[in-house]
């Protein structure tokens, strides 16, 4: 029978930019079994009413729990901006979110001075992350930019090049104008469109900024919480991953495989209807963390009903 510290991580997020979150969990905790839900049916969260919102958070977390997760991992900006506290009223399990660990990581890179934060307009109009920002420190203001058109370009893939640069340089300039000197990246999406980002930053700024990837930042707050609370995975061996998905776009392997940084195999083959909750096996005798899984077979894909 399987320990509770050995039962999977539980992730969403309302589409596939979570994996960014996923992949960094994977290098940071690769012993942790993990169950991911991007809810690609109702995707994008970013525009919708903060009651909508929390209502399919509730239903994204209440799939998690029924596979036996230990704590659930919130990767997304927008239900972490208006709906993470009501999850941990409603859930009987640790639930972690994005915003606290950026805003934590910006602080320490900003040293002071202002934060720029780019994120979703729900991310935004939340104002979760100046409040985040207020609650560890009270000196250091935050400007936020909503970037729509970054989310687009992450997702199609068009991370490099003139476009992407110009589009960033468009969103940066107003914080680097509001004397911004470190950039939160507060969508999930952003972390692959880090290059543009920074260029463009160090570009307006005359000098490199720090760059603060909420995703990496929640990663280490995920991996000292299972440490103090005594919920981490007992074995060596890599955990698996199992993808849930609300909808099957024609584009999803390409877009969760550039999210996720290994292959994802789209059609759902090799996962028995029978055990939906099944992990994808990760092999054996890896040298690096998270690096033992393998890119022949990739990892399956589950489609299910909210």
């Given at each position: 029978?399987?320990?509770?510290?050995?039962?999977?991580?539980?992730?969403?997020?309302?589409?596939?930019?979570?994996?960014?979150?996923?992949?960094?969990?994977?290098?940071?905790?690769?012993?942790?079994?993990?169950?991911?839900?991007?809810?690609?049916?109702?995707?994008?969260?970013?525009?919708?009413?903060?009651?909508?919102?929390?209502?399919?958070?509730?239903?994204?977390?209440?799939?998690?729990?029924?596979?036996?997760?230990?704590?659930?991992?919130?990767?997304?900006?927008?239900?972490?901006?208006?709906?993470i506290d009501m999850l941990r009223v409603e859930l009987d399990l640790p639930v972690l979110g994005v915003i606290l660990p950026g805003a934590r990581a910006g602080v320490a890179a900003s040293r002071?001075?202002?934060?720029?934060?780019?994120?979703?307009?729900?991310?935004?109009?939340?104002?979760?992350?100046?409040?985040?920002?207020?609650?560890?420190?009270?000196?250091?203001?935050?400007?936020?930019?909503?970037?729509?058109?970054?989310?687009?370009?992450?997702?199609?893939?068009?991370?490099?090049?003139?476009?992407?640069?110009?589009?960033?340089?468009?969103?940066?300039?107003?914080?680097?104008?509001?004397?911004?000197?470190?950039?939160?990246?507060?969508?999930?999406?952003?972390?692959?469109?880090?290059?543009?980002?920074?260029?463009?930053?160090?570009?307006?700024?005359?000098?490199?900024?720090?760059?603060?990837?909420?995703?990496?930042?929640?990663?280490?707050?995920?991996?000292?919480?299972?440490?103090?609370?005594?919920?981490?995975?007992?074995?060596?061996?890599?955990?698996?991953?199992?993808?849930?998905?609300?909808?099957?776009?024609?584009?999803?392997?390409?877009?969760?495989?550039?999210?996720?940084?290994?292959?994802?195999?789209?059609?759902?083959?090799?996962?028995?209807?029978?055990?939906?909750?099944?992990?994808?096996?990760?092999?054996?005798?890896?040298?690096?963390?998270?690096?033992?899984?393998?890119?022949?077979?990739?990892?399956?894909?589950?489609?299910?009903?909210?």
């Open positions: 029978m399987t320990s509770h510290r050995d039962a999977p991580l539980g992730v969403f997020d309302s589409g596939l930019g979570g994996l960014t979150v996923v992949r960094a969990l994977r290098e940071r905790c690769p012993a942790e079994d993990i169950v991911y839900l991007g809810d690609t049916a109702r995707v994008p969260y970013g525009t919708r009413s903060p009651e909508t919102v929390v209502r399919y958070a509730l239903g994204c977390a209440r799939v998690l729990i029924g596979r036996g997760v230990k704590a659930i991992v919130v990767a997304c900006n927008t239900v972490s901006a208006v709906a002071g001075a202002t934060i720029g934060v780019l994120g979703t307009a729900g991310t935004i109009a939340s104002g979760a992350y100046p409040r985040a920002v207020a609650s560890l420190s009270t000196r250091t203001e935050v400007a936020g930019q909503a970037a729509p058109l970054l989310v687009s370009l992450a997702e199609e893939g068009w991370v490099e090049g003139e476009v992407p640069r110009l589009v960033a340089r468009r969103y940066l300039e107003p914080l680097i104008g509001a004397g911004a000197r470190s950039v939160v990246l507060g969508c999930t999406h952003f972390p692959l469109l880090r290059a543009a980002i920074e260029a463009e930053a160090a570009s307006l700024a005359g000098g490199p900024l720090p760059i603060v990837d909420s995703a990496s930042a929640t990663a280490e707050d995920v991996a000292s919480f299972l440490a103090e609370r005594g919920l981490a995975a007992s074995r060596t061996a890599p955990g698996g991953l199992a993808l849930l998905v609300t909808d099957l776009p024609k584009s999803f392997a390409a877009v969760a495989t550039r999210f996720l940084g290994e292959p994802v195999v789209a059609d759902g083959a090799g996962r028995s209807p029978a055990a939906p909750a099944a992990l994808s096996a990760a092999s054996p005798g890896a040298e690096k963390a998270g690096a033992g899984r393998s890119a022949t077979q990739g990892v399956d894909v589950e489609q299910i009903d909210l």
